[in-house]
């Protein structure tokens, strides 16, 4: 057991699968003898060589191109995209053929891959730099999409999509980096994909987050508890696809009242996505409309103004006091 | 046919007192920009990313001194010097780098995120490669309209092993676009230097295969820099012929400022090494040997430039945040 931040753990869940299976590889940009932006992939190169840990040129495109192609004949590449926001040069082969394979070859050729990529706001960062993109890879049939919000989760979860057999796009919190450190326990830990987890008990308000925005869904949830008398259940998603319908629908069907978080601009995001299912599964529970906290529907703006747009403690316990008194 | 050895001159004027006082005023410009940037970002007055160009500024001055103002260029997170070469005015892109109403952005760009309409400066993109399509669209509009101008495209070594580099080579020369393609060669792209990313180092070459004029330059020489830009220019101009061009050059700080010494991947020797380079001493020593400038003009563009950029410094201090309302414009036009 040891106290790790976000990095740390995630950099460990690599090592020890690496250690484990020969096949996989890690490839992106400055992954290896720098160690990676952000430090994730730190001491891989030291420990495997550049035959495992490849320094790719600054080409997207290529990186998830030949992934896929590893991919096919055996391997399992773990792809670095230095931030989500250049991701979509690379868009189309995930779109087009790490997600498709499996069905366009009826089953014969499959993706077992991972795409890690840093995403979200709130750092001081500039466009490209900042936004939340879950939504474009959670409406991909093919794909799964996990983010985790805490240094044992992030490690239990890559573990996880290191293992599954599907393409994973695992998104990475630049907020949540060194933000916390958690005891990790020193043998390896694998969580399943596609299972929520409820992270605080309740019976007056289901608030559904997941990445960044499970601790400001928490701190709301203990405002309104000591300042209101309002217990609410609070849902870290840790995958938004596929989603965990069941674990949400039951919360709800409970508190009769939803409201979702999430950084990604509204229209078309989870949150609609979660909201429908809630309706679908629900529909004779609900005491009140379902609400969504997110971004504005603008591109990501610099830093003077991201506070503004990022969803705060605040702007959750507005929406919250509103579907609780509705 | 790739024309590297092509020797003749551009048919530019001589050096005189006041290109030489033109040349050596931009380089300073641009640095003491940056330097003072550089003290703002320490302080927290800058968020986001600050990425210096310093020892890189005779690429943007050689190349924007032949250019007209209602010519284009267009370039990478890299530009404050291509945008202030190209007129700008300092106070407004140091408020933007502040993330102030008044900067060149309204404050929602961001130092990357530079565009200047009155100039024709097309922006700073961050997104590697990715304005280089966009920039022979920009010429091909000009052919379109029948326009004379030329479009100068800057980007950096890094942007080479992306498919857009290529894509647009191809296209600048199928379509015989006047384009400037300026590769800002400084060795490195992040901690990847050239040797780990490319299979062909000499980037100029790439322009042979796609059969336009191409050639290397040291893009520590202002003059040099000219020279061939001017060239370029005049083939763009006049025949529609696109060039390659690549600028060897070297920054001397950090990939940005939160890789601030820039040295896991390029040894302290090798920085001193090219600092002795320094494109601004090497141009002002050649000045005044040369009997264009005396060290009394020298000392004069200093002290307009120190006074110009503390100017600019105190504007965007003075300038005010955005209005929270501004994150919901721009967005579509409003009626
Ligand atoms: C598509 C894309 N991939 C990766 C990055 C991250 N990144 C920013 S700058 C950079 C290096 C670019 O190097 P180069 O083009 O040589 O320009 P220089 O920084 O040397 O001026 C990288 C990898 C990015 N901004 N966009
Ligand atoms: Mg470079």
Request: aromatic share 8%; proline share 4%.
């Amino acid at each position: 057991m040891a106290k790790l931040n976000m990095v740390k753990a995630l950099n460990l869940a690599l090592l020890q699968e690496m250690e484990r299976d020969e096949d996989v590889v890690v490839i992106g940009e400055d992954v290896g003898v720098d160690g990676g932006v952000f430090r994730v992939t730190e001491d891989l190169h030291r420990k495997f060589g550049g035959k495992r840990v490849i320094d790719s040129p600054l080409a997207e495109s290529a990186i998830i191109g030949t992934s896929v192609g590893m991919a096919l004949y055996g391997l399992k590449p773990v792809c670095e995209i230095q931030f989500s926001g250049f991701a979509f040069q690379c868009f189309h082969q995930i779109e087009n053929h790490a997600a498709r394979y499996r069905m366009r070859t009826q089953g014969r050729f499959h993706c077992q891959m991972v795409v890690r990529m840093p995403y979200g706001g709130g750092v001081r960062a500039l466009e490209h730099h900042s936004e939340s993109e879950e939504q474009f890879y959670a409406h991909i049939p093919g794909l799964k999409m996990v983010i985790p919000s805490g240094p044992r989760n992030a490690r239990g979860l890559l573990v996880g999509a290191l293992r599954d057999p599907d393409p994973v796009i695992f998104f990475e919190h630049k907020a949540l980096y060194h933000a916390a450190k958690e005891d990790v326990p020193d043998e390896i830990e694998a969580l399943p994909l596609g299972r929520a987890d409820v992270v605080r008990h309740g019976r007056d308000l289901t608030i559904i987050a997941y990445g960044a925005m499970v601790r400001v869904a928490r701190e709301a949830a203990d405002t309104l508890a000591s300042e209101d008398g309002a217990e609410c259940e609070v849902i870290d998603l840790l995958t938004v696809s596929p989603l965990d319908r069941e674990t949400i629908v039951a919360s709800v069907q409970k508190t009769g009242r939803a409201l979702v978080v999430h950084e990604a601009p509204k229209s078309f995001g989870p949150g609609a996505e979660i909201a429908a299912s809630i309706v679908e599964g629900a529909f004779l529970s609900l005491e009140a409309p379902i609400r969504r906290v997110t971004a504005y529907d603008v591109p990501f703006v610099g830093f003077a103004r991201e506070r503004a747009t990022v969803p705060d403690v605040g702007r959750v316990l507005a929406a919250a006091r509103e579907t609780l008194a509705y | 046919m790739a024309q590297k050895t092509e020797t003749k001159k551009a048919g530019l004027p001589a050096v005189d007192t006041e290109l030489a006082r033109r040349l050596l005023g931009d380089m300073m410009l641009i640095r003491r920009f940056e330097e003072k940037a550089a003290e703002a970002y320490a302080l927290g007055k800058i968020g986001g990313f600050l990425h210096l160009s310093i020892g890189e500024e005779a690429v943007a001055a050689g190349a924007t001194s032949v250019l007209r103002r209602d010519d284009y260029a267009i370039s990478t997170y890299r530009e404050h010097g291509h945008c202030l070469a190209k007129g700008a005015d300092p106070r407004r892109v140091m408020a933007e780098l502040f993330g102030r109403r008044d900067g060149l952005s309204k404050g929602k760009g961001g130092s990357m995120h530079l565009f200047d309409k009155s100039v024709n400066f097309l922006g700073g993109h961050a997104i590697v490669g990715a304005h280089l399509p966009l920039a022979a669209g920009v010429g091909f509009a000009i052919n379109y309209e029948g326009a004379d101008q030329v479009c100068v495209c800057y980007f950096g070594d890094g942007a080479v092993p992306q498919g857009e580099f290529h894509e647009a080579m191809n296209l600048s020369a199928l379509w015989k676009l006047p384009m400037i393609w300026i590769c800002e060669n400084n060795r490195y792209a992040m901690g990847t230097s050239l040797e780990r990313a490319l299979a062909q180092t000499e980037i100029w070459k790439f322009g042979e295969v796609y059969g336009i004029p191409s050639e290397p330059v040291d893009g520590m020489d202002v003059l040099a820099v000219r020279d061939v830009v001017g060239r370029a220019v005049e083939r763009a101009r006049t025949d529609k012929t696109p060039t390659l061009i690549e600028a060897r050059t070297y920054r001397f700080r950090g990939h940005s400022m939160r890789d601030p010494a820039g040295a896991v991947y390029r040894t302290k020797e090798e920085v001193e090494r090219e600092k002795l380079r320094d494109p601004i001493a090497l141009f002002r020593d050649k000045a005044i040997k040369a009997g264009w400038l005396s060290e009394a003009d020298v000392r004069a563009i200093e002290k307009d430039v120190n006074d110009r950029i503390d100017d600019a410094v105190a504007f965007a201090d003075a300038s005010p945040e955005p209005p929270v309302e501004w994150l919901l414009t721009d967005i579509y036009k409003e009626d």
